[in-house]
């Protein structure tokens, strides 16, 4: 689920390299037998023939081996775009650690940027702005706290909402039912869902007769099965029932069309995707 992962073969680094793909900047190193040289995927310096190229990980490791780093691109050092990935992923980090919210002219001002170029920097990244991811990740923590809290109330602050009323007009409608509903196992309620492969590992998304109650992301399907049929343990569920279908598959299309940034970490990649999904309007009844 890491950017490493879509490079881990000597294939995948060739192609990547012939394509110049922006993604792979970070991910591994190139070296040119002929010249002596080791590059970013991305230099802009003459492609090689493959047969002169040789891959590495790391700086040391192409070091070790007797190349040196390109003048050009100088994959020794931290490049503008690896520096502003960083920018972002802190201003991710403080949005998750904060309980209330940092300002987008406080977070601006500590990436050192103006506040328009950062807020543009950020959605171009994420996909999302600085205020919807801080969001979306608070209404992950108040549905994750609705299971081991004493009471939905409880839960509401734990998550880190100022109110009730708050909590309850950001996340009701990703609930397709009450808080109080949710916490008590889905009771009295069909919940239909399914798991399906993604660009993020897997899937599990989870619907009610008036819309989606859960998206969650995991490196494996059975984890996802058992956290399913724990989260709603009292309701009618419905596994893998072809009404699930088209709407797994088209989750599956969004997330991989939406998530090209694959330098970001899995699990913000996974919270920007989910407010995104829950942006596109995916319509109710469907299960």
Same mark, same amino acid.
């Given at each position: 689920?890491?950017?490493?992962?879509?490079?881990?073969?000597?294939?995948?680094?060739?192609?990547?390299?012939?394509?110049?793909?922006?993604?792979?900047?970070?991910? *591994?190193?190139?070296?040119?037998?002929?010249?002596?040289?080791?590059?970013?995927?991305?230099?802009?310096?003459?492609? !090689?023939?493959?047969?002169?190229?040789?891959? *590495?990980?790391?700086?040391?490791?192409?070091?070790?081996?007797?190349?040196?780093?390109?003048?050009?691109?100088?994959?020794?050092?931290?490049?503008?775009?690896?520096? =502003?990935?960083?920018?972002?992923?802190?201003?991710?980090?403080?949005?998750?650690?904060?309980?209330?919210?940092?300002?987008?002219?406080?977070?601006?001002?500590?990436?050192?940027?103006?506040?328009?170029?950062?807020?543009?920097?950020?959605?171009?990244? %994420?996909?999302?702005?600085?205020?919807?991811?801080?969001?979306?990740?608070?209404?992950?923590?108040?549905?994750?706290?609705?299971?081991?809290?004493?009471?939905?109330?409880?839960?509401?602050?734990?998550?880190?909402?100022?109110?009730?009323?708050?909590?309850?007009?950001?996340?009701?409608?990703?609930?397709?039912?009450? !808080?109080?509903?949710?916490?008590?196992?889905?009771?009295?309620?069909?919940?239909?869902?399914?798991?399906?492969?993604?660009?993020?590992?897997? %899937?599990?998304?989870?619907?009610?007769?008036?819309?989606?109650?859960?998206?969650?992301?995991?490196?494996?399907?059975?984890?996802?099965?058992?956290?399913?049929?724990?989260?709603?343990?009292?309701?009618?569920?419905? %596994?893998?029932?072809?009404?699930?279908? !088209?709407?797994?598959?088209?989750?599956?299309?969004?997330?991989?069309?939406?998530?090209?940034?694959?330098? =970001?970490?899995?699990?913000?990649?996974?919270?920007?995707?989910?407010?995104?999904?829950?942006? %596109?309007?995916?319509?109710?009844?469907?299960?």
């Amino acid at each position: 689920m890491s950017s490493m992962a879509d490079f881990s073969d000597d294939i995948s680094r060739w192609r990547a390299l012939e394509t110049r793909d922006p993604a792979a900047e970070s991910a *591994f190193l190139y070296a040119v037998r002929t010249t002596g040289i080791f590059c970013r995927p991305g230099c802009a310096s003459r492609r !090689p023939r493959r047969a002169n190229v040789e891959f *590495f990980d790391t700086c040391r490791a192409a070091t070790q081996a007797g190349y040196r780093p390109c003048k050009r691109c100088r994959p020794d050092t931290l490049s503008p775009r690896r520096q =502003l990935i960083s920018l972002i992923v802190d201003a991710c980090r403080e949005l998750e650690a904060s309980e209330a919210s940092p300002s987008l002219d406080q977070l601006a001002a500590r990436a050192g940027l103006s506040r328009w170029h950062f807020q543009r920097r950020f959605r171009d990244l %994420v996909g999302i702005t600085p205020k919807q991811y801080a969001l979306t990740h608070r209404s992950r923590r108040f549905r994750a706290s609705l299971s081991h809290e004493s009471s939905v109330t409880a839960a509401i602050y734990d998550a880190g909402f100022s109110s009730s009323s708050r909590a309850y007009d950001t996340t009701c409608q990703h609930l397709a039912m009450t !808080p109080s509903c949710y916490r008590e196992g889905a009771a009295g309620l069909t919940v239909h869902y399914g798991v399906a492969p993604c660009r993020l590992g897997w %899937v599990l998304v989870a619907a009610t007769d008036t819309g989606l109650c859960a998206v969650e992301f995991g490196a494996a399907p059975e984890p996802l099965h058992t956290h399913a049929r724990r989260r709603f343990h009292r309701a009618t569920l419905q %596994v893998d029932s072809p009404l699930m279908a !088209p709407i797994l598959q088209r989750i599956s299309a969004f997330i991989d069309d939406t998530t090209s940034h694959r330098e =970001l970490p899995a699990d913000i990649l996974a919270t920007a995707s989910l407010r995104q999904i829950w942006q %596109v309007g995916w319509p109710s009844g469907n299960a």
